[in-house]
């Protein structure tokens, strides 16, 4: 059974950090591309930033320079570090597991992590 629980959701001002983790299980975790994605009330979710497992990353025009995606292979483990938080990254953060390669939607989902970035 796939399971991607996501971890770091808070609140926070303007300006702050935060940092999202999504532990993962169920897949071989070295094969899938990771990816984080956002849904915020009443806009479609979107891409924030993936990563390949040799490390390639690929980020919405958005969060370039303000977010930083890893992973850890050996903790099945990938992270989101989100610096410089700006009300309009207020969301649902979802962590995604793409076995097929590429930058695409994979098939698996976390529940989502709330981030409120508010003062």
């Known amino acids: 059974q796939v399971q991607l629980v996501e971890s770091g959701g808070a609140m926070v001002q303007p300006g702050g950090s935060l940092r999202l983790s999504c532990s993962a299980s169920?897949?071989?975790?070295?094969?899938?591309?990771m990816g984080w994605y956002r849904q915020a009330p009443g806009k479609q979710r979107e891409l924030v930033a993936a990563i390949t497992s040799g490390g390639s990353t690929n980020y919405a025009d958005s969060v370039k320079g303000r977010f930083t995606i890893s992973r850890d292979n050996a903790k099945n483990t990938v992270y989101l570090q989100m610096n410089s938080l700006k009300p309009e990254d207020t969301a649902v953060y979802y962590c995604?597991?793409?076995?097929?390669?590429?930058w695409g939607e994979g098939a698996y989902w976390g529940q989502g992590t709330q981030v409120t970035v508010s003062s």
């Open positions: 169920g897949i071989i975790f070295r094969w899938n591309v």
């Open positions: 995604n597991a793409n076995p097929r390669g590429g």
